[in-house]
């Protein structure tokens, strides 16, 4: 029976080491003072199949000493920014590690946990509807270059980026009340290190769909060179800003 008991251990032991996750990882188990809530504030712990929110499941080894690695997506949640959330949350945590069966000696072992934000993303504001007693407003040239200047609400400064966005009649829309021609401010929610924490989303149209959507295209192309908001103490925090981009 002894021998059994061993070899089961044995067992369990390597498959625990293997270097393709199972199927059956156990539910993660954090470690005393490494409350995700804290550390992970934009994101909660779900229930993997949840069907009201959008929800990532990571599969992650931990070893005996609690130390998380090679985080992958078992199930990903459909947002790109939500996944990434997800991988970098558990490489900020501990865990407790499982134990040998008989000897409760900590063992490596593959868990599992799922993550889902903290708070809705914004939803875009439906654009405003055309009359058909209102004039179309003229379009840029098909081919306009755009100076993009985001300036950061709250003062913080970000360079200058130059793109090119192509316009044409077919996607022209009147212009949004809180809007001035050729502007769209776009609302973008980074964590500490300057890294989008999910898609960023209109607030105001430019009233030209096509240059909103080379707006939103190039705020995501900045993602992890954002500038970093500090608290009180001087640390680095995440949070949102609102950017405006223009078009000249």
Sequence with gaps: MTCLLLSAARAQLAAAQSTAAPANAIPARFALRFDPTSRCPELRSADP?????AVAVVVFMVGPTG???RPTIRASSGSQALDAAALGCVLKLKFRPATSLGEGTPVSSWQQVAWRWAKA???RPAEPAATAAAPAPPSPPA???AAVTAAAVGGAAV???SATAKTNDAVSAPHGSHSSAGTVEV???????????QDPTVVHSSGDLEFDAAALQLVRSGSGHYPR?????GKPVSGCEQLAIRLE
């Design 49 to 53: 199949g949840d069907a009201d929110v």
């Design 67 to 69: 130390v998380p690695s």
């Design 121 to 123: 993303p914004p939803e």
């Design 143 to 145: 081919a306009a270059a």
């Design 159 to 161: 360079a200058t980026v």
């Design 187 to 197: 609302r973008v929610c980074v964590d500490k290190k300057g890294r989008l924490v």
């Design 229 to 233: 908001a500090t608290g009180a103490d």
